[in-house]
């Protein structure tokens, strides 16, 4: 799509399963501002819910 850059090869998108092992004893603002900082771009949530605080996480991750 014309304006959409192409995430599909690159390191600047992620794709986070909040209900993986490894993921979920870790808080969603701070893989997200170490990926920020890393040069990510996009970050993809699956199974937000299930995250501790999820709500004000992402919240906080948005105002950011």
Excluded at 24 to 38: D, V
């Amino acid at each position: 799509m014309a304006g959409f850059p192409d995430f599909e090869q690159s390191r600047k998108c992620l794709y986070l399963p909040v209900d993986h092992f490894r993921v979920s004893g870790l808080a969603l603002y701070e893989i997200a501002e170490e990926f920020s900082l890393q040069g990510g771009e996009l970050l993809c949530v699956d199974e937000v819910h299930r995250a501790g605080n999820w709500s004000r996480d992402l919240k906080s991750i948005a105002d950011t």
